[in-house]
């Protein structure tokens, strides 16, 4: 019998202790350097906006940045396996969330599959920032939901402290017997500061509570097997054997390994007005694609293998464990020079150059479909104060080839070209108000090799104002407009998508996608403690998604091809409406005669199309909650998470039973007994304690592939 939500937000907050949200204590103190203009932190931007430094990201690190970035407010994962995963920031992901290294887009494949793994790795990064919602303005119409940027440190624009720090992290978990390594070590001679970064990780396939298929999608399958056992007549006796055989995928999630390894190295010269630095970067990974080969499309027995039943089985076998083989690089040249000639501030540039390159094997050996993406993307930004205002304007420009190869390839080459300028101003008058907004004009021409060229001129704007009220209050709105122009998927994909288990159909003809948001937050905060609420509505015009659909073939409209359903690129309007409520409390001297600390943060989505239908993969309310209780260097702390059921799926979509996991951590500083610098630490952990069935909603593996089940984790983080 199912737990209702009630019953879990009871649990969740009993076992919190009654307390409110998961935030970081000090997230919302923390500099923002992901919005254009000044310097400000978290808690004088109006949306939701908030970093992880390099301890919360060891403490949350997970195989893929979605699912690190997880438990955070108002973000959730498209998790496939443990190969690949992007955040999905309020229901919006992939497309309409841009993902960054060091403030430029990461130039992969990501977006245009789920299965294909972002090139930004929290493994070695030194902090990640997340923008959510139209905050991001300055970043295009790809940002609509937001922006995850994530900052390895591998360029410096100020001199350290120290002439050489290292910081080394090592962990192991149980659940995949894995393995993860990371290190960071900088050297600083006079001017110049040299930067190395190495990380890797090895992961086996990992262990799952029960079946790998959701308890839905076994009815589904044994009512298809009923009805096919009717038709052909079959003896009761074959269908037991058959169904027997199928229930003993279970305990663990077959094909899920990965293995990631990542070289990096930056090169910085810091003077007293400027800098200027150059790093390189390399990774490679290989991950396994599971669910993909049993419920996938496959070649089977149709096509005349030769060598009789053995061979078949044997083909059959290889079928089902594909894997993607990956290869990255990526050349970031920054600088920036201080200015202050009265109108000017601060001039940065920068430009990325990445040749990035994925090949699906349908079996090793069988090589199956080759994508490769290269481009350049450049931004500079001029930092100025005129009557008051500090703001920037700035420019930025993107040339990216999409080529992608092989009888499986759902997407021909494309070409895309974009051209940016941007403005962006505050202004505070202390003790009265506050007022922020910007403006951007972008030009983007996608060139296919087949469908020819599709040009669109966006136009995105915002608005916003805050006060500080009396008694530790803050209150802030703000509306902006935001215009998307398609992606390559959206327009011209046509084929088999095997990850996604549909035949795709785009839609050249798709208009840019526009969207109104109005959204108001309300904060408080005191020596103690901190509470916070964003709520937000959008109104899209024009709306793209992924619906069940038909396609002319060969003369003639079908709902299959290829053996998989056909999923058409539609528009329509829609309506999304959500928040997120988060706080924290620390206690100095509590009971035991520890600090103890309490967060907990509860978020929302409720989508609508124009139609009434509902938008695909959305989150369901989320619940998080944590305790930590610490004396001098000893810490131990629980972390819970409650996910409601999602009844409300998208056309062709299954429903998602909600999950309730708890983690428990306890860590000791060595730093206190004189062992290495701040952060050095020894820790143990235990996620999904109780081998909680997870599913997430957000993901396209979500009936054949649950989360990770218990998990205990052991590690060591060394700073010097």
Do not use: C
Not at 269 to 292: C, I, K, M, S
Not at 483 to 496: I, Q, V
Not at 500 to 528: A, I, M
Not at 652 to 658: A, R, Y
């Amino acid at each position: 019998m199912k737990k209702t939500f009630s019953r879990r937000l009871l649990v969740a907050t009993l076992l919190a202790g009654a307390s409110p949200a998961a935030f970081a204590e000090d997230t919302l103190d923390t500099v923002i350097v992901t919005t254009p203009g000044p310097d400000r932190s978290a808690d004088e931007l109006v949306g939701n906006v908030s970093a992880l430094d390099r301890e919360d990201i060891v403490e949350s690190l997970a195989a893929s940045l979605g699912d690190t970035l997880d438990r955070e407010p108002g973000v959730s994962t498209s998790t496939f396996g443990q190969g690949a995963s992007r955040p999905v920031l309020r229901g919006l992901g992939a497309e309409r969330v841009q993902v960054l290294t060091n403030g430029i887009g990461v130039i992969d494949a990501s977006a245009a599959s789920p299965d294909h793994q972002v090139s930004a790795d929290g493994i070695d990064a030194k902090k990640i920032e997340i923008v959510r919602g139209p905050a991001a303005l300055a970043y295009g119409g790809q940002a609509i939901g937001g922006v995850v940027n994530v900052i390895d440190g591998l360029i410096v624009e100020e001199l350290p402290e120290q002439p050489f720090s290292a910081d080394l992290f090592s962990a192991y978990n149980t659940v995949n017997e894995g393995t993860e390594l990371a290190g960071q070590a900088q050297f600083t001679a006079g001017e110049f500061v040299f930067t190395l970064s190495g990380s890797a990780r090895d992961f086996d396939d990992y262990d799952i509570p029960d079946f790998a298929e959701s308890s839905l999608f076994r009815e589904l399958e044994e009512a298809e097997e009923d009805h096919d056992h009717d038709d052909d007549d079959h003896d009761d006796e074959d269908h037991d054997d058959d169904h027997d055989e199928e229930e003993e995928t279970r305990g663990t999630l077959e094909n899920s390994f990965v293995e990631t390894q990542t070289i990096a190295g930056g090169l910085s010269w810091v003077g007293d007005n400027a800098f200027f630095g150059v790093a390189v970067r390399q990774q490679t990974a290989e991950y396994g694609l599971p669910g993909h080969g049993e419920h996938g499309h496959g070649h089977g027995e149709d096509e005349g293998v030769e060598g009789g039943e053995g061979a078949d089985l044997e083909e059959e076998e290889e079928e089902e464990n594909p894997f993607i083989d990956l290869e990255h690089t990526r050349i970031d040249v920054r600088g920036g020079i201080t200015v202050n000639n009265g109108f000017f501030t601060d001039i940065i540039g920068t430009v990325a150059i990445v040749d990035y390159e994925h090949t699906e094997f349908e079996a090793p050996g069988e090589t199956g479909t080759l994508y490769d993406s290269e481009g350049v993307e450049a931004r500079v930004e001029f930092d100025h104060v005129i009557g008051g205002f500090e703001g920037a304007f700035g420019l930025q420009y993107l040339d990216k080839d999409l080529n992608a190869f092989g009888e499986e390839a759902f997407i021909t080459p494309t070409d895309t070209q974009s051209f940016g300028m941007f403005l962006y101003e505050t202004q505070e008058w202390e003790d009265v108000i506050a007022i922020e907004g910007g403006i951007r004009f972008e030009s983007v021409e996608l060139d296919n090799i087949e469908f020819g060229t599709r040009d669109f001129d966006l136009f995105s704007a915002s608005f916003g104002t805050h006060k500080h009220l009396q008694g530790g209050f803050w209150l802030g709105g703000q509306v902006s407009y935001t215009e998307r122009a398609p992606n390559e998927s959206e327009l011209f994909a046509f084929g088999p998508h095997l990850a996604t288990e549909q035949f795709e159909v785009g839609d050249p003809t798709l208009s840019k996608e526009r969207g109104l948001n109005f959204e108001g937050t309300l904060r408080w905060s005191n020596e103690n403690g901190r509470f916070g609420i964003n709520l937000f509505t959008t109104e899209f015009t024009d709306f793209i998604y992924l619906t069940p659909g038909e396609v002319l073939i060969d003369g003639e409209l079908v709902d299959e091809e290829d053996e998989l359903p056909v999923f058409l690129f539609e528009q329509e309007n829609a309506r999304f409406f959500g928040g997120e409520l988060y706080a924290d409390y620390v206690i100095e001297a509590g009971p035991l005669g520890a600090e103890w600390t309490f967060d907990a943060s509860i978020d929302f989505v409720e989508t609508e199309l124009g139609s009434g239908g509902n938008v695909p993969y959305i989150p369901p309310v989320t619940f998080n909650a944590g305790a930590s209780a610490e004396w001098g260097p000893w810490e131990v702390g629980a972390a819970l998470t409650a996910a409601a059921d999602q009844d409300d799926p998208g056309e062709g979509q299954l429903e998602t039973d909600g999950f309730t996991t708890i983690d428990l951590r306890a860590e000791v500083d060595l730093s206190d007994f004189g062992i290495g610098a701040d952060g050095t630490e020894l820790f143990v952990e235990a996620r999904n304690v109780t081998d909680e069935e997870v599913r997430h909603a957000t993901s396209v593996l979500k009936d054949v592939a649950p989360a990770p089940g218990q998990n205990f984790r052991f590690g060591i983080r060394a700073a010097f």
